[in-house]
């Protein structure tokens, strides 16, 4: 499974030496070059390093959990709580398949920053939780991101009935572990940011072959029971007022990131009004039309894109959507994913425990 490893940063900051010019870059985070390559080498704060570093898998219980690599199309992470091996007459456990976030350009699943919460998140639930490698724009634009969500849920139905083709899939202990494991009639997709885009994106792809209606793709017996978008990364093409008066106090998020990365990820040519970043506008189909389970959105009172979280949740109930929303009061964007600010934090801390209780009641009511 691909990680952003020391050797790999030390080629690039040489390849981008290497007589290349930058064509385009988001502060810190990435550089394209004139021969269409990308360098992500991180050149920001020093600080933000150490939630960057990637984790690796552990067949031994920590904390309560086992984490392991699933290679194919795409990479799977999946964590194991020990509840797993407890239910009580074999009851298998929900599945929460993660939808990471980076504005569809940048990090990945095995980084720090999403291994603390993810891992704890398993054991508070229980629930086995299926992280996927999305693939990166803008080497690979939307809607690949979208496409890659789709095969995410592929791969765990076809795992859970020991479909495999090709005989790679059923041989891995990993895949093993999960159909062990998982119920995959309780399927949870949760993002952060431009995850949470992917959550309300993939969830209607697949809904639309859940309803019967429309059974141009069998999906039984896996069914996506709920969405759970954090700070979704809903935007409009046209600054709201969160975004002119909210001051960003992250590295990880910022209106040049936010505008950069959605104009290497959109299809070329469109605007933040695309339907990927702006599901409640008139370019989107209508939302009443939209099949969709029901919905958690989590939204930040401190963050950029506070109003068009909050508009987008207002759209969905106006369209007769089931949802439910928690305001994280006094937090910024993807709060939680700090496990600095988590465990030193009080007030960070709490709100975080807020964040994991909700999901976890969430899940035990669908």
């Not at 949760?190 to 859940?210: C, E, K, P, Y």
């Not at 508009?311 to 709060?335: I, P, Q, T, W």
Request: a negative charge; hydrophobic letters at 40%; aromatic letters at 6%.
């Amino acid at each position: 499974m691909a990680t952003a490893t020391e050797a790999q940063q030390q080629q690039h900051v040489v390849q981008a030496a290497g007589g290349r010019k930058v064509v385009d870059e988001v502060s810190g985070w990435l550089r394209v070059l004139d021969d269409g390559s990308v360098d992500r080498t991180w050149t920001g704060p020093p600080e933000a390093l150490p939630l960057m570093q990637p984790i690796a898998p552990y067949s031994d219980p920590r904390d309560g959990h086992t984490l392991h690599d699933l290679p194919g199309e795409p990479n799977l992470r999946v964590y194991l709580p020990e509840a797993a091996n407890k239910g009580e007459g074999g009851a298998r456990l929900p599945v929460i398949v993660q939808l990471h976030g980076g504005g569809f350009c940048i990090s990945h699943p095995s980084w720090l920053m999403y291994h603390h919460f993810y891992s704890h998140l398993a054991c508070a639930v229980p629930a086995v939780v299926v992280a996927v490698e999305l693939p990166l724009a803008p080497e690979r634009r939307l809607p690949a991101h979208i496409d890659a969500g789709v095969a995410a849920l592929r791969r765990l139905r076809a795992i859970a009935l020991s479909e495999d083709d090709d005989g790679a899939l059923n041989h891995h202990p990993a895949a093993a572990l999960l159909r062990d494991a998982a119920d995959i009639s309780r399927v949870f997709l949760i993002g952060d940011s431009s995850g949470g885009n992917l959550v309300h994106l993939v969830a209607a792809r697949v809904m639309m072959g859940q309803d019967q209606d429309e059974p141009t793709t069998n999906w039984s017996p896996l069914r996506v029971a709920g969405g759970i978008p954090i700070h979704p990364g809903f935007v409009r093409a046209t600054r709201s007022r969160s975004e002119l008066e909210t001051r960003s106090n992250s590295v990880f998020f910022t209106l040049d990131m936010l505008d950069k990365f959605l104009a290497l990820a959109l299809p070329e040519g469109a605007t933040k009004d695309h339907p990927f970043t702006c599901p409640m506008g008139p370019h989107a189909p209508p939302l009443e039309d939209v099949h969709l389970p029901p919905m958690l959105v989590a939204v930040a009172e401190n963050d950029l894109i506070y109003d068009t979280n909050m508009e987008y949740c207002d759209a969905m109930r106006d369209a007769g959507k089931e949802v439910e929303v928690l305001v994280n009061r006094g937090m910024s964007h993807s709060f939680y994913l700090n496990k600095y600010a988590v465990d030193m934090d009080p007030t960070t801390g709490e709100r975080a425990r807020e964040l994991v209780d909700a999901i976890a009641s969430f899940v035990a009511r669908h």
